[in-house]
Antibody
C-alpha cells in the first residue's frame, strides 16, 4: 500500500524558514517523480514544485521560485521542501504527491494527508 | 503559462442526476489532463488521467472527454458520496489546477 506521510509544518514568523519532509513507503521510491501541492484555507489546489526520479528535472511555481527548494533522498525514501523567506500567503496545507512515472509532467496518483504551515507574526 | 478556466464554480444537483463540469485551456494540451475529487478534510483523489482514462477503482459513472483545449468530466447518476469538490489539472507543462467546482446537494 502506497503511503506518503508529511511532517515539518507549524507556525513560523514571516521571513523565517521551514523544512517539510515526506516519508514514502509501499512503492519503489526512486522510480517515480514526486511533487508538493498546497491548499490555502478554504481555497483551491496550487502546484508548488516537482522533482523527477533522479533529481535531473525540477520545476517550481512562479509564486515560490527563488524561495523554495525541492530535494529528495532516494536512499531514505524521502522528499523535502526547504521553504525560505516565508510570507503570509504561503500559509497552507502542504501535500506530498506521487507521479505515476519518472517525469514531473504527469498527473498525481497518490497523495499524503498534508502538513499545515502557518506564517504569522 | 497555460490559463485554465473551470466551470461552473458551484453546481447544485440531486441524487440520480447527470452532471458535467468543464475545463477550458488557453492553449492546446493534447490529452494531458486529469480530474480529481476532494472531500472536506481529505486529500484529493485521482479520478481520471489522460483526459478519459479511469483510474483503477473509480466507479464507471465517472467519465472524461475532450482533447486540445476543451475537456469535460461527466458524472452519470449521482450518488450521495459524489458530493464533493472537483479539480482539473493539466500536465502539458508544469502542472497547474483549475479553480475547482463544488458539487452540492440541491
Amino acid at each position: 500500500e502506497v503511503q506518503l506521510v508529511e511532517s515539518g509544518g507549524g507556525l513560523v514568523q514571516p521571513g523565517r524558514s521551514l523544512r517539510l519532509s515526506c516519508a514514502a513507503s509501499g512503492f519503489t521510491f526512486d522510480d517515480y517523480a514526486m511533487h508538493w501541492v498546497r491548499q490555502a484555507p478554504g481555497k483551491g489546489l496550487e502546484w508548488v514544485s516537482g522533482i523527477s526520479w533522479n533529481s535531473g528535472s525540477i520545476g517550481y511555481a512562479d509564486s515560490v521560485k527563488g524561495r523554495f527548494t525541492i530535494s529528495r533522498d532516494n536512499a531514505k525514501n524521502s522528499l523535502y521542501l526547504q521553504m525560505n523567506s516565508l510570507r503570509a500567503e504561503d500559509t497552507a496545507l502542504y501535500y506530498c504527491a506521487k507521479s505515476p512515472s519518472y517525469d514531473i509532467l504527469t498527473d498525481l496518483d497518490y497523495w499524503g494527508q498534508g502538513t499545515l504551515v502557518t506564517v504569522s507574526s | 503559462v497555460i490559463w485554465m478556466t473551470q466551470s461552473p464554480s458551484l453546481l447544485s444537483a440531486s441524487t440520480g442526476d447527470r452532471v458535467t463540469i468543464s475545463c477550458r485551456m488557453s492553449q492546446g494540451i493534447s490529452s494531458y489532463l486529469a480530474w480529481y475529487q476532494q472531500k472536506p478534510g481529505k486529500a484529493p483523489e485521482l479520478l481520471i488521467y489522460a483526459a478519459s482514462t479511469l483510474q483503477s477503482g473509480v466507479p464507471s459513472r465517472f467519465s472524461g472527454s475532450g482533447s486540445g483545449t476543451d475537456f469535460t468530466l461527466t458524472i452519470s447518476c449521482l450518488q450521495s458520496e459524489d458530493f464533493a469538490t472537483y479539480y482539473c489539472q493539466q500536465y502539458y507543462s508544469f502542472p497547474s489546477f483549475g479553480q475547482g467546482t463544488k458539487l452540492e446537494i440541491k
